[in-house]
């Protein structure tokens, strides 16, 4: 067996997040947010450690007062925001024990360049007591949903980007995921979610809930992305997996302006299931779905409405070091 990174249901030592502390990144949203991601990590941390990095005195005193007497590590590390998922490095379990493999960052394809960010993962795994092997082509946690057995899901829209790899092509994209990370088949779909900065990260589209067993939202009448969602469900049951189909947030504009929200970006933890929700119609029905999908676990669903002003949710700024 090669180093492979398990599944994300798959028991955790410890879940490594980060804390809102820009305030000239988050402004109005700044405090919303940070007390969005204290409920997130209240809930996580009944089951499992959170190791929580925070980048700044005034920031590490307010986490600290909102998580007092919740299991949490705080280290305090200058990184550029919060998204662990893609800067943070994906531990991995191996023959000789837990590894890691940490990826070039290029603040998704040049949009966001903050300073800090480009060394998350070796100050993560560094902590972490977890070696590093480092590689040096771009990819990002949330690109890619593996199921454990060596499967991946991914889109083209991203992983295909110039704005990524340009002098590689879906060959060698998929040779680099065998070689570092041990995925031996992948499932290609087409784009992400309108308007996701990420250039359609998969973990807002698409996810794993057990081996051959993929997650994917079921469009409304009026969903921006029901083309994408269709066209997804297609290639998904081409492919031979079992789909599963999750309410879809459907349409939520922020200033008149469509955002990339999803009831898919939810973390699976040792004891809970963590769901975003952004107090739309959809809400309970997705958490109910989910919930259905991981009987051993608690399911809940925690408003991420400033989360997302930032870009992402619960799964984007999460990163599970497996036990």
């Known amino acids: 067996m090669t180093a492979r990174q398990p599944a994300e249901w798959m028991l955790h030592s410890a879940t490594w997040t980060a804390f809102p502390s820009a305030a000239d990144l988050w402004e109005d949203d700044l405090a919303p947010a940070q007390a969005e991601v204290a409920a997130m990590v209240r809930a996580i941390a009944a089951g499992e450690r959170v190791e929580l990095l925070v980048a700044n005195e005034t920031a590490m005193a307010t986490a600290r007062e909102m998580l007092a007497g919740v299991d949490v590590g ?65 990819l990002e946690g949330g690109a890619i949903d593996c199921d454990g057995t060596g499967l991946a899901v991914t889109t083209e829209q991203c992983l295909l980007n110039p704005n990524r790899n340009p002098k ?24 992400g ?25 079921v469009p409304e009448a009026d969903d921006p992305n029901r083309d994408v969602l269709r066209d997804a469900h297609e290639r998904a049951r081409d492919f031979g997996l079992t789909v599963f189909g999750v309410p879809s947030a459907g349409r939520i504009e922020r200033d008149g302006e469509i955002v ?7 973390y699976i933890a040792n004891t809970v299931v963590v769901v975003p929700t952004y107090g739309g119609a959809s809400d309970e029905a997705a958490v ?19 989360i ?16």
Request: overall charge negative.
């Open 74 to 138: 705080f280290h305090d590390y200058g990184f550029g925001d919060i998204w662990l998922r893609d800067t943070g490095p994906l531990f991995m379990q191996s023959p000789v024990g837990a590894a890691a493999a940490g990826f070039r960052f290029n603040g998704w394809g040049g949009k966001y360049d903050l300073p800090g960010d480009d060394g998350v993962a070796a100050f993560v795994a560094g902590a972490a007591g977890v070696p590093l092997a480092r590689h040096g082509w771009v």
């Open 260 to 266: 990339p929200a999803s009831h898919m970006n939810f």
């Open 168 to 191: 590689m092509d879906r060959a060698e994209v998929e040779s680099h995921l065998r070689r570092d990370l041990g995925i031996d088949r992948v499932l290609w779909l087409g784009e």
């Open 288 to 306: 109910k779905a989910i919930g259905t999908l991981f009987p051993g676990r608690d399911c809940i669903g925690l408003r991420a409405d400033h």
């Open 308 to 323: 997302l002003t930032g870009g992402g949710s619960f799964h984007c700024i999460t990163q599970q070091q497996p036990a």
């Open 193 to 217: 979610l309108a308007n996701d900065h990420t250039d359609g990260h998969v973990d807002n589209l698409a996810r794993f809930v057990a081996p051959g067993v993929l997650a994917l939202p």
